[in-house]
């Protein structure tokens, strides 16, 4: 089992950028390929990023590719999303979340195990 952490969100204008962190504990961090989710008020959770076990593969959502980042170090036990250019539709919250055993870089939040408890991202002028 794993226990995730998200940290780094904030309230940021048009045009800026954010590092979001999410610090894994509990188990064997580089057993699990890891992903970032988002879910905007009144609307349903979405993918934004992926990276596999070793991070030797990742994708990304159509509306983070190009702006956004993700990456990870397992000797830290850490996962990381770079995001850049923020638009106001990128306000939402973003969540952590972890799958076991697998060198896939899954979007799909069905197949994630362990989710932590989200960062607030606001976008705004």
């Known amino acids: 089992q794993v226990q995730l952490v998200e940290s780094g969100g904030g309230l940021v204008q048009p045009g800026g950028s954010l590092r979001l962190s999410c610090a894994a504990s509990?188990?064997?961090?580089?057993?699990?390929?890891m992903g970032w989710f988002r879910q905007a008020t009144g609307k349903e959770r979405e993918s934004v990023a992926a990276?596999?076990?070793?991070?030797?593969?990742?994708s990304y959502a159509d509306s983070a590719k190009g702006r956004f980042t993700i990456s990870r170090d397992n000797a830290k036990n850490m996962v990381y999303l770079q995001m850049n250019s923020l638009k106001p539709e990128d306000t939402a919250v973003y969540y952590c979340?972890?799958?076991?055993?697998?060198?896939?870089?899954?979007?799909?939040?069905?197949?994630?195990?362990?989710w932590g408890q989200g960062t607030q991202v606001t976008v705004s002028s």
């Open positions: 979340a972890a799958r076991g055993s697998t060198g896939v870089a899954s979007l799909k939040s069905y197949e994630y195990d362990y």
């Open positions: 509990g188990s064997t961090f580089s057993n699990y390929g």
């Open positions: 990276i596999s076990w070793r991070g030797m593969s990742t």
